[in-house]
């Protein structure tokens, strides 16, 4: 029993050293187990913070800020960081501000609201009175537009005549004053552009308001491109037919050709021409500006359709101006003869006293086939008939303005015999009839061509590149003549009334163009010029034998 009794207490000692052990293991172990995990946990969080790091600096650098990196990564380690969202797409740059409105000022005795647009004085005053008040105009608008170099697009293809225009004068070396001198001898006024402002001498009066409404168009190119009009020195003639006579300014003579600027030209002359006064308004016979004409036009084309119309050829205007137009009267329905023509004389006296009720123009689109013929030289009327939707009939014509040149037979018109006119009308409305599919094509196509070539974007920058090139050739440095004046769209509008002021006002150019103009196209090479006159002429006289062999004429 002794001896049990040692044993057992040394096994129970031994047991408390175990235990101890054991406990002393077991802590060991859970340490090492916790610092094990503790310092995985750091290795993946390391990683985790790394990669994070670099994704949120990845986003960082597409992101615009202010900030520094740091601060940046601190703000972007929100809790909303840890599940980011979606990427958001960077804030756009802000829009550049729309270029500042225009305004005009009048005096108190000169208010510009004051108007009577329904009265048009019998004869105008207003460049009169401008010419000789003492009103000041303010400075020019910064060139702000004049930093872009182009709009990027291509000019329509009759700026190209530009060119043709101005060739006489380049191949002669330049313009000199002793031209411009000679081109004094009919010219109705004289414009000289100096540093933005520009400078009217009235030379002779002109017919109604041509003169007013021509210096107008010029003011507001000055405002549409401010900066980018050259100085200049020109003379301008707002009579209708071209007298620079080709044949009289060869060899020697070439030394005083004289450069003068109208509306209109033929093959036989040298005018230099520019877009007509009635783009801006004609108060005189109540035809708007053309941006509001224009729209006009288009809307008369949508209220009936090209099928649904009038299978007749349709004009209306004043005979009394040609003998071809009063032939063209010959050409009406009678009680013998239909020559499938309606013909309508216009007495202007008569519309202007019943207030212009039956000449709206875009009323006038009701028939499938309209006549266009000139007047005493070239008609403003060309284009409101082209806009027609209606096949134009144009009889031969003798003059171009400035973009007319363009048009080309069988795509934008129907060539009428002007020695025949009845017959040639009468077989081209049976032809139409009898091919309404082609005939309607062909007055899309020219309906198309003035929505599209000739809005006012592109007579703003066929005037400014006209008059960019023509300055150009000047060989003398554009100074004030003492005799001219300054002139302004305020000195202008603000002595304007009745419609006068109505259509300036209408047709003002309300803020600088923020593009630059269409890209002027090179000019015509030799051949181009000889191919685009054979296939005219071969044109014309596909439809001659066609009337020929039809009619045996």
Same mark, same amino acid.
């Given at each position: 029993?002794?001896?049990?009794?040692?044993?057992?207490?040394?096994?129970?000692?031994?047991?408390r050293r175990r235990a101890v052990l054991a406990g002393a293991l077991s802590r060991t172990s859970a340490a090492?187990?916790?610092?094990?995990?503790?310092?995985?946990?750091?290795?993946?969080?390391?990683?985790?913070?790394?990669?994070?790091?670099?994704?949120?600096?990845?986003?960082?650098?597409?992101?615009?800020?202010?900030?520094?990196?740091?601060?940046? #990564?601190? !703000?972007?380690?929100?809790?909303?960081?840890?599940? $980011?969202? /979606? *990427?958001?797409?960077?804030? &756009? @740059? %802000?829009? =550049?501000?729309?270029?500042?409105?225009?305004?005009?000022?009048?005096?108190?005795?000169?208010?510009?609201?004051?108007?009577?647009?329904?009265?048009?004085?019998?004869?105008?005053?207003?460049? #009169?009175? !401008?010419?000789?008040?003492?009103?000041?105009?303010? $400075?020019? /608008? *910064?060139?702000?537009?004049? &930093? @872009? %170099?182009? =709009?990027?697009?291509?000019?329509?293809?009759?700026?190209?005549?530009?060119?043709?225009?101005?060739?006489?004068?380049?191949?002669?070396?330049?313009?000199?004053?002793?031209?411009?001198?000679? #081109?004094?001898?009919?010219?109705?006024?004289?414009?000289?552009?100096?540093?933005?402002?520009?400078?009217?001498?009235?030379?002779?009066?002109?017919?109604?308001?041509?003169?007013?409404?021509?210096?107008?168009?010029?003011?507001?190119?000055?405002?549409?491109?401010?900066?980018?009009?050259?100085?200049?020195?020109?003379?301008?003639?707002?009579?209708?037919?071209?007298?620079?006579?080709?044949?009289?300014?060869?060899?020697?003579?070439?030394?005083?050709?004289?450069?003068?600027?109208?509306?209109?030209?033929?093959?036989?002359?040298?005018?230099?021409?520019?877009?007509?006064?009635?783009?801006?308004?004609?108060?005189?016979?109540?035809?708007?500006?053309?941006?509001?004409?224009?729209?006009?036009?288009?809307?008369?084309?949508?209220?009936?359709?090209?099928?649904?119309?009038?299978?007749?050829?349709?004009?209306?205007?004043?005979?009394?101006?040609?003998?071809?137009?009063?032939?063209?009267?010959?050409?009406?329905?009678?009680?013998?003869?239909?020559?499938?023509?309606?013909?309508?004389?216009?007495?202007?006296?008569?519309?202007?006293?019943?207030?212009?009720?039956?000449?709206?123009?875009?009323?006038?689109?009701?028939?499938?086939?309209?006549?266009?013929?000139?007047?005493?030289?070239?008609?403003?009327?060309?284009?409101?008939?082209?806009?027609?939707?209606?096949?134009?009939?144009?009889?031969?014509?003798?003059?171009?303005?400035?973009?007319?040149?363009?048009?080309?037979?069988?795509?934008?018109?129907?060539?009428?015999?002007?020695?025949?006119?009845?017959?040639?009308?009468?077989?081209?409305?049976?032809?139409?009839?009898?091919?309404?599919?082609?005939?309607?094509?062909?007055?899309?196509?020219?309906?198309?061509?003035?929505?599209?070539?000739?809005?006012?974007?592109?007579?703003?920058?066929?005037?400014?590149?006209l008059l960019t090139e023509y300055a150009k050739l000047l060989k003398f440095k554009p100074t004030k003549p003492?005799?001219?004046?300054?002139?302004?769209?305020?000195?202008?509008?603000?002595?304007?009334?009745?419609?006068?002021?109505?259509?300036?006002?209408?047709?003002?150019?309300?803020?600088?163009?923020?593009?630059?103009?269409?890209?002027?196209?090179?000019?015509?090479?030799?051949?181009?010029?000889?191919?685009?006159?054979?296939?005219?002429?071969?044109?014309?006289?596909?439809?001659?034998?066609?009337?020929?062999?039809?009619?045996?004429?």
């Open positions: 029993m002794a001896t049990a009794a040692p044993a057992a207490a040394a096994a129970a000692a031994d047991c090492f187990l916790f610092l094990s995990v503790v310092a995985v946990a750091a290795v993946i969080s390391g990683r985790w913070i790394a990669a994070t790091t670099t994704t949120l600096q990845g986003r960082l650098t597409r992101l615009p800020t202010t900030a520094s990196i740091p601060a940046a #990564a601190a !703000a972007a380690l929100h809790p909303e960081a840890e599940h $980011p969202h /979606p *990427p958001r797409p960077s804030p &756009a @740059a %802000p829009p =550049s501000p729309p270029p500042a409105l225009y305004s005009i000022s009048c005096p108190a005795a000169l208010n510009i609201s004051h108007s009577h647009p329904t009265g048009t004085p019998k004869t105008s005053q207003t460049l #009169a009175r !401008a010419l000789s008040s003492s009103s000041t105009c303010l $400075p020019p /608008p *910064p060139a702000a537009a004049a &930093a @872009a %170099p182009s =709009s990027n697009r291509s000019c329509p293809s009759y700026f190209r005549y530009i060119h043709e225009d101005l060739r006489p004068w380049r191949a002669a070396g330049g313009v000199t004053r002793a031209m411009l001198r000679r #081109a004094r001898l009919t010219a109705t006024f004289r414009l000289v552009v100096l540093g933005g402002r520009a400078y009217v001498q009235r030379l002779r009066p002109a017919f109604q308001t041509r003169d007013l409404f021509t210096v107008w168009g010029v003011l507001q190119l000055l405002r549409r491109y401010p900066g980018r009009v050259p100085d200049l020195d020109l003379m301008f003639d707002t009579v209708d037919w071209p007298v620079v006579r080709a044949h009289l300014y060869r060899g020697k003579y070439a030394d005083v050709m004289p450069p003068l600027f109208r509306y209109c030209g033929d093959d036989r002359t040298l005018d230099i021409v520019f877009p007509d006064w009635s783009f801006w308004g004609w108060p005189e016979i109540n035809i708007k500006p053309w941006d509001a004409l224009r729209q006009d036009l288009k809307d008369g084309n949508n209220r009936v359709a090209w099928m649904d119309r009038e299978p007749y050829a349709y004009w209306k205007g004043n005979p009394s101006v040609s003998a071809t137009r009063q032939e063209l009267v010959k050409c009406n329905v009678s009680s013998t003869k239909d020559w499938n023509s309606r013909i309508y004389a216009q007495d202007w006296f008569k519309e202007s006293k019943a207030g212009y009720k039956d000449s709206d123009l875009g009323s006038q689109c009701s028939h499938r086939y309209k006549i266009y013929i000139e007047g005493s030289a070239w008609s403003i009327s060309q284009k409101y008939i082209l806009a027609c939707d209606s096949m134009t009939l144009l009889v031969t014509p003798k003059y171009y303005d400035f973009f007319s040149r363009s048009l080309m037979p069988i795509q934008h018109y129907w060539p009428v015999r002007d020695d025949n006119k009845c017959a040639s009308i009468k077989y081209a409305v049976d032809w139409g009839n009898s091919h309404k599919q082609l005939a309607q094509r062909i007055g899309k196509q020219a309906s198309n061509f003035i929505q599209e070539e000739l809005s006012m974007d592109h007579v703003y920058d066929y005037m400014l590149h003492p005799e001219a004046v300054e002139v302004c769209s305020e000195s202008l509008a603000c002595q304007a009334e009745g419609l006068e002021k109505k259509f300036l006002v209408d047709s003002m150019v309300k803020s600088a163009h923020d593009a630059g103009p269409c890209d002027l196209p090179p000019p015509f090479s030799s051949h181009e010029l000889k191919m685009l006159k054979q296939r005219k002429e071969n044109s014309v006289k596909q439809i001659e034998m066609w009337e020929q062999r039809d009619l045996g004429a």
